[in-house]
């Protein structure tokens, strides 16, 4: 799951007070009561930039992108020919509607960039890779006022996937859990190191250091609030529907034509969804990855891992199920999972 750190990223962070062991571990820290900072380097950035860029994207992924703007991000679906998800890169766009941006996992990037730079044939569009831009995500107790902790991000809102972009940062507001608030702070690496320089300077003198981790932890936070990532595993796996992009707002009947869509549809005005997404706990941690299968009774393949997130004695994942299985007996590689509820109908 932990992508290798940069050595030269890795070192900046260590010159701010991260410790390298805590940031390569594959485990989740729990400690929503503290402010925490999430490596990211699991992620890169993509601008998609030109005249034609809003108009290119709207006719190549499942959610409607004329509501991405410079305030409000939204998770979208890129879907093959057949309407399988292959990436659900989070889409963000800058003020003057010059450049959006999408946040994709770094083993899907290069597939991604390349398959849709085949489609923008006359459109006035350039597609980029930010090599040397950084993500980090942030963590916030729920239960504490740090709205003055907030303001040096720039301009903070109490609402999810919101976004803004300051003098030297584009943050993006993700869905958060009942104990923590969740930021994504990315941008030119040297900003975002000056950004958490100024957060750990914002700090009261007597709150504790912020705790480091890596992508472990935003991933089990990604589980809580239901949202999935697709990586290289699941890849083609899924139609939108079966990861729950519906109630996310990530998936748009009425947007218009984009590849996959006509089979998108039907499965939702035609078709009976006989596979659903849905969490699960597990009291150890398990030896499970993306793709792996979920037991339901005498089914061994009654689910599909799409997430996972370990911590030291604990897991979560979120799977794809078939909605016919027994839901009392699931289980993985012996151990048995139990269902969480999901936050959203």
């Known amino acids: 799951m932990n992508q290798p750190i940069n050595p030269l990223w890795l070192d900046q962070l260590k010159s701010i007070g991260a410790d390298a062991a805590q940031l390569e571990s594959d485990r989740a820290v729990l400690q929503p009561e503290s402010i925490q900072f999430m490596d990211r380097s ?19 992924t499942c959610n409607d992108h004329a509501n991405v703007s410079a305030d409000k991000a939204q998770l979208d679906g890129y879907c093959s020919p057949k309407g399988r998800l292959l990436a659900l890169p989070w889409v963000l766009g800058k003020a003057d509607g010059s450049a959006y941006y999408w946040l994709l996992p770094k083993d899907l990037v290069d597939a991604a960039v390349k398959r849709l730079t085949m489609f923008v044939l006359r459109d006035d569009v350039s597609i980029t890779i930010e090599e040397d831009w950084a993500v980090m995500g942030l963590g916030f107790p729920a239960n504490k006022d740090v709205t003055g902790l907030e303001a040096w991000l720039g301009a903070p809102s109490a609402e999810p996937l919101s976004a803004w972009e300051s003098n030297a940062h584009i943050v993006l507001k993700a869905r958060s859990s009942s104990e923590q608030v969740r930021t994504l702070l990315f941008g030119p690496a040297d900003a975002i190191i000056a950004s958490l320089k100024s957060c750990q300077e914002a700090l009261p003198e007597d709150a504790a250091k912020p705790v480091w981790s890596g992508a472990a932890s935003w991933l089990w936070g990604d589980i809580e609030a239901g949202v999935p990532n697709i990586v290289a595993a699941t890849q083609d796996s899924f139609v939108p529907q079966m990861v729950n992009l519906e109630p996310l707002q990530g998936l748009s009947f009425t947007k218009g034509c984009y590849p996959g869509q006509e089979i ?4 939702q005005y035609l078709g009976k969804l006989k596979r659903t997404m849905v969490r699960f706990n597990a009291d150890a941690a ?11 009774a005498e089914d061994e393949n009654a689910g599909e891992v799409v997430s996972v997130a370990l911590s030291d004695n604990a897991s979560t994942c979120l799977a794809v199920i078939k909605t016919s299985a027994d839901q009392s007996t699931f289980s993985a590689n012996g151990v048995s999972l139990t269902v969480q509820a999901l936050p959203y109908t």
């Not at 998108?264 to 499965?267: D, E, N, T």
């Not at 398990?286 to 339901?296: C, E, F, K, N, Q």
Request: glycine share 8%; with cysteine; aromatic share 2%.
């Open 42 to 60: 699991d992620l890169c950035v993509v601008s998609i930039r030109g005249a034609d860029a809003g108009k290119f994207l709207q006719s190549q």
């Open 264 to 267: 998108v549809a039907r499965m």
């Open 286 to 296: 398990l030896t499970l990855a993306p793709g792996d299968s979920i037991s339901a």
